[in-house]
């Protein structure tokens, strides 16, 4: 089994700036994609950033330019820089590791953790 564990949510101003780690354990196959999801009160969960293990990455188009997604794979930890935090931006953030073998998707979560941005 995976298990991935977030940090580093929290309360924090507009125009402030957080950093989310989520660190991943168990039997983890590579390549594999760690990416960062949100969900907001009322709302479905939705992509914020992913990198691939060879550095690809993939931004929503609300954080684009604000948002920094990256990864240390010989830790299997990956980060998330939030600058110019919005109120928007509000919510439970979660992290996400998934890879395909053996014509199998493997996909795990971690339990989250609320960033919460005051206006």
């Known amino acids: 089994q995976v298990q991935l564990v977030e940090s580093g949510g929290g309360l924090v101003q507009a125009g402030g700036s957080l950093r989310l780690s989520c660190a991943a354990s168990?039997?983890?196959?590579?390549?594999?994609?760690m990416g960062w999801y949100r969900q907001a009160p009322g709302k479905q969960r939705e992509l914020v950033a992913r990198?691939?293990?060879?550095?690809?990455?993939d931004y929503s188009d609300s954080v684009k330019g604000r948002f920094t997604i990256s990864r240390d794979n010989a830790k299997n930890t990956v980060y998330l820089q939030m600058n110019s935090l919005k109120h928007e931006d509000t919510g439970v953030y979660y992290c996400n590791t998934n890879w395909n073998l053996l014509l199998r998707n493997y996909d795990y979560w971690g339990q989250g953790t609320q960033v919460t941005v005051s206006s």
């Open positions: 990198i691939t293990s060879a550095g690809n990455t």
């Open positions: 168990g039997s983890i196959f590579r390549p594999n994609t």
